[in-house]
Nanobody, 121 residues
Framework: QVQLVESGGELVQAGGSLRLSCVASGRSFSTYTMGWFRQAQGKERELVARITAGDGTNYADSVKGRFTISRDNAKNTVYLQMNSLKPEDTAVYYC???????????????WGQGTQVTVSS
């Protein structure tokens, strides 16, 4: 069992930066693929970035070059550094823990409660 708690979401102006954090409790954090998903109002949940147990990373095209995912296994924490934020990045951001290397939300068995990111124009 893994519990995930996100933090760091807030209101920011376009062009600004935020860093989201997700702290995991439970065992074997280092063995999970960790993902950051987001869901904007009226839209489906989408994968923003993921990092595997081997530190392989993958990003949605819409955030490549602007967002960076990283993990600190000693702190059971995964981060999402978000730069050059745009109004279309506005969404609830969720941290998730899963298996393999997939963008499919169904491959992630553990989810946090979400943190709101709002980017004003």
């Amino acid at each position: 069992q893994v519990q995930l708690v996100e933090s760091g979401g807030e209101l920011v102006q376009a062009g600004g930066s935020l860093r989201l954090s997700c702290v995991a409790s439970g065992r074997s954090f280092s063995t999970y693929t960790m993902g950051w998903f987001r869901q904007a109002q009226g839209k489906e949940r989408e994968l923003v970035a993921r990092i595997t147990a081997g530190d392989g990373t993958n990003y949605a095209d819409s955030v490549k070059g602007r967002f960076t995912i990283s993990r600190d296994n000693a702190k059971n924490t995964v981060y999402l550094q978000m730069n050059s934020l745009k109004p279309e990045d506005t969404a609830v951001y969720y941290c998730a823990a899963g298996w393999g290397d997939s963008a499919d939300p169904n491959r992630y068995g553990y989810w946090g409660q979400g943190t709101q990111v709002t980017v004003s124009s």
